[in-house]
């Protein structure tokens, strides 16, 4: 019921491409859907979020696509370049009572852009 | 600007030998406080969440222990640790703006923990 499906484990992108990343999830109650970019050695980063109440976020070359009927959503990077070179994961969460978001993450999807 | 800091980097300590991971919070009140921990290659798991100081839940059963002691700190320790408490913790934080939780979550640099 809390898990978040990620999808491709790796990926490999040329240069100036689209890398796409789908995840899928169980939970109807999940409000708020992030995506976080994590370099070799760090904490991850937020990225971009997208609510269910719209189907698509764009931020730069980062767009969210959301499906809520699928329980689907998905990353895309547009003209993808080596420095977008890292892992992703995507999560999901409920905001509780008290406020408290629990995130639920996929496995992470490792992308490497060529030149 | 809201800063958040873990120590140390890298630790490597003997199975057996007690643990403790701090994480302070800068730049902002009353956080909500995570510990993560990240298995090489994998994902991230909740280990333990924080409302408030002295308020701690537990997420999974371990080896493990969290503590709030004061409102911008929280810290991971064991008594004992197993090699399999070998992995990247990560501390993050999100913070309540009056009745309405922020979604947003945001982690710190890590600690690259090996548990010899």
């Known amino acids: 019921q809390q898990q978040v499906k990620q999808s491709p484990q790796s990926l490999i992108v040329q240069k100036g491409g689209i890398s796409i990343i789908n995840c899928a999830y169980e939970n109807t109650a999940f409000d708020y859907f992030p995506w976080y970019q994590q370099f070799p050695g760090k904490g991850p980063a937020l990225l971009i979020a997208i609510r269910p109440d719209v189907s698509e976020k764009k931020e730069g070359r980062f767009t969210i696509s959301f499906n809520k009927s699928a329980k689907q959503f998905s990353l895309h990077i547009m003209d993808s370049q080596p420095g977008d070179s890292a892992t992703y994961f995507c999560?999901?969460?409920?905001?509780?009572?008290?406020?408290?978001?629990?995130?639920?993450f996929g496995t992470g999807t490792r992308l490497t852009i060529i030149p | 600007s809201q800063t958040i800091h873990q120590w140390p980097a890298t630790l490597v300590q003997p199975v057996g030998s007690p643990l403790s991971l701090e994480c302070t919070v800068e730049?902002?009140?009353?956080?909500?406080l995570y510990w993560y921990r990240q298995a090489a290659g994998r994902g991230l798991q909740l280990l333990f969440y924080s409302v408030g100081i002295g308020q701690i839940s537990s997420e999974v059963p371990q080896n493990l222990s969290a503590s709030r002691p004061q409102d911008r700190q929280f810290i991971l320790s064991s008594k004992k640790l197993l090699l399999s408490d070998s992995g990247f913790y990560l501390c993050?934080?999100?913070?309540?703006?009056?009745?309405?939780?922020?979604?947003?979550?945001?982690f710190g640099p890590g600690t690259r923990l090996t548990v010899t």
């Open positions: 993050a934080w999100s913070v309540l703006y009056g009745t309405e939780a922020s979604y947003e979550q945001y």
């Open positions: 730049g902002t009140s009353n956080p909500n």
């Open positions: 999560a999901a969460s409920k905001v509780s009572n008290f406020g408290n978001e629990k995130l639920t």
